[in-house]
């Protein structure tokens, strides 16, 4: 798939603009602060309806004014689909439309346009907390099945609830069997959602490490799902929570499930957020996107877009080379930079590609 | 501030307290209900008191009622062994309008929502209970509504029914899921009746 055009109205330092891309290679440069990454942050939004970079519409809104609204073109392998999202700062509101129809949910806007983005910021998820790694996973899983992430909103509203209840429980203002109409749901949800990360994660662990050869040629580096529920069923969960109940209802929070669960990089069987170095991290990173972007694309017949923020600079030439032989295949590529930025490996795909230039929040 | 004699103030802001009511609609309501003859108003106002004055709870079920009792609970012709739970009255007029069901009602008057305070002591849940082992009831339909704190609640009712010996069933799924009873159509409704399953 690819992204035809794209508007973008009062969003971040953009006031309107409208944009036609190549379906190969779009190149994007231009100084710091000019409004780089804001462009690609408008697309990331169109795929997941939310920003990579914050959780709160309100900073996306154009200093001073009331509404953002982007859209974009989405050439698919047999139709063309819109998608558009705007949010109202005064109603706090925002909703998405699908070719024109209103969509009752935000998230079944969610796997119409699939992106892999690569910016600065997941050269920490190595080393970084594992809540950045589940994140990794459910936009990846997101994009992936419909369903996911209805689930697991479903999920964190029953923990929320739930632990709730453990507080209620605790202060006694709630009897300890409320508890247990909580627990069968949580059971449910949980143990399904452990199901589909492992199942995928199972596929795609040597996905990664073939990339990984790939780049690095030497290093044995390994991707491991580390799950909470360590493959119990629902009938077994339910036992296990009866007897953590005491120690939950003391700290009044949910101890086991999918939100404690993470994901290990290893090299030659070691954890790598312990003993990483810096260029170990980048080739995982770079495998990890790399790998999610092809598996995205057998899983669903169609290649994702890609979306590269500033990675370049971050690469060795070995790295660049590995990123480039994926830019020239028929994945359409957003690559940022600065003017200076040596993009001459780029000019070597052959593919035509488009370059802009933007400055102050507008695209030349 | 607004400039606005203090009553027109006062009515706009009582207004705006109303569900769904913003201040921009307030302050529209406000003036209709001034451009009004003194009769309409005073028509309207004595609706309003009189329905708050006449309109209860009914005793045994805790549907909206005039009196005592609800007309479910009156009428001589309804099933009284087999009993509907809900969470709101709304939800009776939803369930009436298929004209399915011949049972009686009970209305808990909310869902367990441990977020809001919400358990079982803070709905009618002992009433019901007591229902239970009173009448010739054989079966309790739980018609709570298909989201997560309609589900624990229905759980939990389940939980506390069965050893009584009582069938407990829930409606079937077709209603929306997250969605609410009051709002689903007939038909789904009637289907979901039809295909209720024990829990
Ligand atoms: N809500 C907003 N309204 C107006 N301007 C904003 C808003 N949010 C951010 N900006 C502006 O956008 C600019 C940052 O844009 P962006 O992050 O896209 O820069 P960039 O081109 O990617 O730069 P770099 O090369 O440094 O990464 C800043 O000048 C910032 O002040
Ligand atoms: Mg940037
Ligand atoms: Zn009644």
């Given amino acids: 798939m690819w992204i035809e055009s794209a508007i973008l109205q009062d969003f971040r330092n953009y006031t309107q603009q409208r944009v036609d891309f190549s379906p190969h290679l779009n190149l994007i440069l231009g100084d710091n602060g000019e409004g780089k990454t804001n462009l690609l942050e408008a697309l990331f939004l169109l795929s997941t309806t939310r920003s990579h970079r914050t959780n709160q519409d309100k900073d996306l809104v154009r200093f001073g004014e009331q509404f953002y609204y982007v859209g974009c073109k989405v050439n698919k392998k047999n139709h063309t689909e819109r998608i558009e999202v705007g949010y109202s700062l005064e109603r706090r509101q925002k909703i998405a439309k699908l070719s024109g129809v209103p969509l009752a949910r935000l998230s079944e806007l969610i796997g119409v346009l699939n992106v892999v983005l690569f910016s600065p910021e997941d050269l920490e998820l190595v080393k970084g907390s594992p809540g950045g790694r589940r994140r990794f996973l459910d936009i990846f899983l997101s994009q992936l099945r419909r369903g996911y992430v209805g689930e697991l909103q479903q999920y964190n509203k029953v923990m929320a609830q739930r632990n709730d209840c453990l507080r209620l429980i605790q202060s006694r203002r709630f009897a300890e069997d409320v508890l247990c109409s909580w627990d069968e749901q949580y059971a449910k949800l949980a143990v399904s959602i452990s199901n589909i990360r492992r199942q995928m994660m199972e596929d795609f662990a040597p996905q990664f490490q073939a990339f990984a050869q790939r780049i690095s040629g030497r290093e044995n580096l390994t991707v491991k799902y580390s799950e909470s529920l360590a493959g119990m069923d629902e009938i077994s969960l339910l036992r296990r929570l009866e007897t953590l109940r005491p120690g939950e209802i003391v700290r009044g929070t949910t101890s086991l499930g999918p939100h404690r669960d993470d994901i290990l990089f290893l090299i030659d069987g070691r954890q790598a957020s312990l003993y990483a170095s810096q260029g170990q991290q980048r080739t995982a990173v770079l495998a990890l996107k790399l790998a999610e972007l092809s598996y995205l694309q057998h899983a669903t017949g169609e290649a994702p877009v890609l979306l590269l923020d500033d990675v370049f600079s971050e690469l060795d030439e070995i790295r660049k080379e590995a990123l480039v032989g994926v830019i020239s295949g028929e994945v359409q590529s957003f690559v940022t930079g600065t003017r200076d930025t040596d993009l001459n490996l780029m000019q070597g795909t052959g593919n035509p590609m488009k370059r802009f230039v933007v400055e102050q929040g507008r695209v030349m | ?199």
């Fill in chain 2, 1 to 199: 501030m607004s400039s606005f004699p203090t009553a027109i103030e006062n009515l706009i802001v009582q207004l705006a307290r109303l569900p769904g009511v913003g201040p921009k609609t307030a302050q529209r309501l406000a003036f209709h209900l001034l451009s009004l003859e003194l009769g309409s108003v005073r028509e309207l106002a004595d609706a309003i008191m009189i329905a708050k004055e006449t309109i209860g709870y009914c005793e045994q079920c805790f549907n909206l009622a005039e009196g005592n009792m609800c007309r479910i609970c009156q009428d001589q012709s309804r099933k009284g062994e087999i009993l509907c739970v809900v969470e709101d009255p709304r939800d009776i007029a939803a369930m009436e309008r298929t004209h399915d069901f011949k049972g009686l009602y009970h209305v808990l008057q909310g869902a367990i929502s441990p977020m809001e305070g919400i358990g079982p002591d803070q709905l009618r849940v002992r009433e019901l209970l007591e229902r239970l082992k009173e009448d010739g009831i054989n079966e309790v339909i739980i018609a709570t509504n298909p989201n997560i704190e309609g589900e624990a609640t229905a759980l939990y009712l389940a939980r506390l029914i069965k050893p009584l010996g009582i069938l407990v069933t829930r409606l079937a799924h077709g209603l929306p899921i997250g969605g609410d009873l009051e709002y689903a159509d007939e038909m789904t409704i009637s289907r979901a009746l039809e295909h209720r399953r024990q829990i």
